[in-house]
């Protein structure tokens, strides 16, 4: 019989921490859920990432009023998946921030990857009848822009592809700390399907060389200190590259996706097995691996016809 597809039956609700990981610096975690994260400066209040609706958006924001009344003036969207953007709505910030490539991500592929993403993870999709529609940012950057809450800095950067071509992270230089989106990940699978495997791990030493005292990552727990700093890092690159060195091993000797999958279970499901979100990740991972070992530089398009028939070609 054939593995329930992605996270369809996982239909549990987790449990919500909001945790101060620097001066007015908040990370909002769920066991494993996409994150948020929340710099309060002097006179408003900066969101990193939306959640994938209004109604989860707003579980952020009830957070948000434990420790602050000031108004929410920018919302931050590391990449253009779903999951992490469907929810803009709620905040009414004035500035949705993106970069560059990520704006073109949303034309080329939002719609196509919100109908994928909704079959895949229906819980995260709650009341999912209030989005507007496709979320599109008020202010796009290329390379790095600053952005002052008063007197407090932050640093809006791409340091390069890894989990999708336009990934920004976020910098707070008063306090080090910073927001990765899902270029890191702390005991929690990472997504490859729209990733590029070959530049993941320069990427990640783009974000270990500002030497941050504190990280909130795309999931899992927030990292306080540079023991837990260096541990996430040093996993996401194991991960990644675990993934990658088979997959792309059997790509250029001529072998299948199937083979490369067997590989690939071969090398991750001793380390990682236990990670959130494994088993809904690996097949699109391995995919996109087998892809990109075979020249495909721009990952394809994943619609929601295709998740199924490459997880029935793996799994049936």
Same mark, same amino acid.
């Given at each position: ?11 549990? /609700?987790?449990? $919500?921490?909001?945790?101060? %990981? ?6 909002? #975690? &769920?066991?494993?859920? @996409?994150?948020?994260?929340? %710099? $309060?400066?002097?006179?408003?209040? +900066?969101?990193?990432? &939306?959640?994938?609706? @209004? ?5 952020? %924001? ?26 803009? =709505? ?6 949705? %921030? +993106? =970069?560059?490539?990520?704006?073109? +991500?949303?034309? !080329? ?6 109908? =994928? /993403? ?24 290329? !390379? ?56 993941? @791990?320069?990427?990640? !030493? ?8 504190? $990280? ?17 890092? !040093?996993? #996401? ?28 279970? &071969?090398?991750?499901? @001793? ?38 028939? +490459?997880?029935? &070609?793996?799994?049936?």
């Amino acid at each position: 019989m054939s593995k329930q597809f992605a996270s369809a039956g996982d239909m549990t /609700e987790k449990t $919500i921490s909001f945790s101060e %990981i620097g001066r007015d610096l908040w990370a909002f #975690t &769920a066991e494993g859920d @996409p994150n948020s994260g929340v %710099i $309060i400066g002097d006179d408003s209040v +900066m969101v990193i990432e &939306a959640q994938a609706t @209004p109604r989860l958006a707003r579980k952020v %924001i009830e957070e948000i009023r434990k420790v602050t009344d000031k108004p929410i003036s920018h919302l931050v969207l590391t990449h253009y998946h779903a999951v992490r953007v469907l929810g803009a =709505s709620a905040y009414g910030a004035p500035q949705v %921030i +993106m =970069s560059d490539i990520t704006r073109s +991500m949303v034309a !080329e592929r939002g719609a196509e990857d919100w109908a =994928s /993403e909704f079959g895949r993870f229906p819980r995260l999709f709650q009341g999912h009848e209030e989005i507007p529609g496709l979320t599109w940012p008020t202010t796009t950057f290329s !390379e790095r822009m600053t952005v002052w809450l008063g007197k407090r800095r932050v640093d809006i950067m791409h340091l390069g592809r890894a989990h999708t071509a336009g990934d920004a992270v976020v910098h707070v230089p008063d306090a080090n700390v910073m927001f990765t989106g899902d270029i890191v990940e702390y005991h929690s699978a990472c997504y490859c399907g729209d990733g590029h495997f070959q530049d993941w @791990p320069r990427t990640l !030493e783009a974000i270990r060389a500002y030497e941050p005292d504190a $990280i909130a990552p795309g999931r899992g727990g927030a990292l306080v200190g540079e023991a837990m700093v260096h541990a996430a890092i !040093e996993a #996401t690159k194991d991960f990644v590259t675990s993934t990658w060195k088979p997959a792309a091993a059997v790509a250029y000797r001529g072998g299948t996706l199937k083979q490369a999958w067997d590989a690939c279970r &071969a090398a991750c499901d @001793p380390k990682f097995r236990d990670y959130a979100i494994y088993e809904h990740c690996l097949p699109f991972n391995v995919a996109r691996a087998h892809d990109e070992a075979l020249g495909i530089e721009t990952p394809r398009i994943w619609t929601a016809e295709r998740d199924r028939q +490459m997880w029935d &070609a793996l799994h049936g």
